[in-house]
């Protein structure tokens, strides 16, 4: 089986920049929340029932089709290193990193899908794409849902759709999300604008790592928050339509304006973030997203030349503190790490 | 004779980083004030005076020896860029300029030299050197001050000494300065300290461009302010003993602390310098003197290797906003003048 260690060498297969839109939309996600029937929910659930909610789901990953993509990690065994190294690569979230108990994830090896056991509900299913694929993202997620079905009765309700922990899950159980990166809308003071039309339309704007975090280096999550009365095509439907589309539209017009009437102020931002990049030599994570997102948005424009986006992808994903220890071999103090941070950076960009 | 616009390719031979302690001292200036026995201050003069003392202390220059060692300009027939160029230099003061009716400079041809006609007082005599030369520049200014006292009667009074316009020049109208780059006492937070304590000898700390100008980019002018009841030598001996000596023993053991207790930190400031200048694609005349602050820091603590002293030095003269202008042959508004400035300092530093 495949050790954790292998896991940082290397951008997920979802995060390399292709895909549609992808000037724009960095990833695609979608996940279902799934309960095991006979089961109390998970933050109800005694020590020994997530124990044996845990073996179950589990044991039909590791008995069923799916075993020979997927490895398994028990989350109680893993180091609070290795657990936020899963985190910084979208593997699992937040709330089953930091969780109590019985706890695990399986991980396709291309990384496009992760299983998680007993974070908020009982299973959670997310599947990554890169660019604009929520249709397809949707159609692989379904696939795997079906095979579990098939060996594991959910808590379901005829009237209610999928019995979830969260009132706000009930129903489908989906949660559709894309990543994007609007670096010129935001330059040209219009997000404002972009997130008061999105939270109109009942969608949640959240920062790189959903749920609980901050918009930082012009990343933006937009996801549906209505999972009842609407079939998850419907859901998918709408959120590109109403708010993907036009957002690209917005920042796409915001882009050529400012290639058009601010070339040198433009240019100005982005080179200045290349030539922090390539010569601090203390730099924090949250800086240098900031400065990796100018750089991403040049290399789109045509503006930086010199620079692939497979690089500036790794640096994005090899900057977090927990990558960055990983790759370091030892465990930093945040000094340290910014200074561990700004090598990093200048030995890959001067490659 | 040479033109104005000759005067902006090179820099000045008091400018080029040697003399003693010029890791500290950028340069020595020391100039005297003199005005014409029998003729109102040139305050109180009409224009008809300005215009008699102005001719008779121009053929007192080019009827003597001074002829050949120097050049000769008249204020009312050069343009304001020629004036404000000129003021860039040093060769004439912001005063001289800015001022109104018959005035002129004669400039020695390697800038070390300029003797200003009209300015507060009818005569004003200045010498410039590289580093920490005070009593060679004060000799040289004084042998130019005989050789026209031979033909030229100056106001003197045996109880007071030479007589001046404004009463703080009264004495030996000597003024005496010093530009230091203090770089590490400003990072360390210690130039308060200096600043009191030179203020406390009754010294007067100035910006780059002495009387009226702010200190910029950590280069510190200090001048004497008392001219009266001491000898020449006096003022420069205790100038040179109570302040400059102990200000350069001071920057230098800053700049070891920094050295030795927080290298990257100092290197991150330096680099992050060199990365902006070598990048941007605007950039002010205020910001680029920041900058190259840092990094002559750099070059002078051998933490820059590739870039010579020459080449900063010529870029702190040639970034002002006249030489900016002269180089690209054509007036510019601030924002053309900003993105001149980055194409220029990028075309020097990849060289």
Redesign the interface.
């Known amino acids: 089986m495949k050790n954790i260690s292998d896991h940082y060498q290397e951008v997920g297969q979802w995060q390399d920049g292709s895909g549609p839109e992808s000037d724009i939309v960095i990833s695609s996600r979608v996940r279902l929340a799934r309960n095991v029937a006979g089961f109390l929910f998970f933050a109800h659930a005694g020590s020994d029932q997530r124990m044996e909610v845990y073996d179950l789901i589990r044991t039909r990953i590791t008995t069923t089709a799916l075993n020979d993509n997927f490895w398994f990690l028990n989350l109680e065994e893993l180091s609070e290193m290795e657990r936020t190294l899963l985190t910084e690569r979208h593997l699992i979230s937040t709330q089953l990193a930091q969780g109590a108990g019985a706890r695990g994830v399986a991980i396709s090896h291309d990384e496009k899908l992760a299983l998680m056991i007993n974070e908020e509900d009982h299973l959670r299913i997310q599947a990554l794409s890169s660019g604009l694929q929520l249709y397809e993202t949707y159609k692989t997620i379904s696939g795997i849902d079906d095979i579990l079905e098939e060996n594991m009765e959910y808590s379901f309700s005829p009237d209610y759709g999928y019995l979830t922990a969260c009132p706000t899950n009930v129903g489908t159980g989906i949660r559709v999300s894309v990543m994007l990166h609007l670096p010129a809308l935001k330059m040209a003071g219009q997000m404002e604008k972009v997130l008061r039309a999105a939270r109109d339309l009942q969608l949640a704007v959240r920062g790189l790592y959903g749920e609980g975090s901050e918009p930082i280096g012009d990343f933006f999550q937009i996801s549906n928050q209505i999972t009842l009365g609407k079939s998850e095509e419907h859901i998918i439907e709408e959120l590109i339509e109403f708010a993907v589309q036009p957002i690209i539209e917005y920042e796409r017009r915001a882009r050529r304006m400012l290639m058009a009437g601010h070339l ?2 433009l ?2 931002k982005i ?2 973030a ?9 730099i924090s994570s949250d800086e240098s997203l900031y400065l990796l997102s100018y750089l991403r948005l040049g290399i789109y424009l045509g503006l930086v030349k010199h620079i692939d986006l497979e690089t500036t992808n790794k640096l994005f994903l090899f900057t977090q503190p927990a990558h960055l220890q990983t790759l370091c071999k030892k465990t930093l103090g945040t000094n340290d790490r910014d ?1 561990s941070r ?1 090598n990093l950076i200048r030995k890959y960009l001067s490659e």
Chains 1, 2 share one sequence.
């Open positions: 040198p102020v240019e100005d080179y200045r290349l030539g922090i990049l390539t010569h601090a030599r203390i200074e700004a």
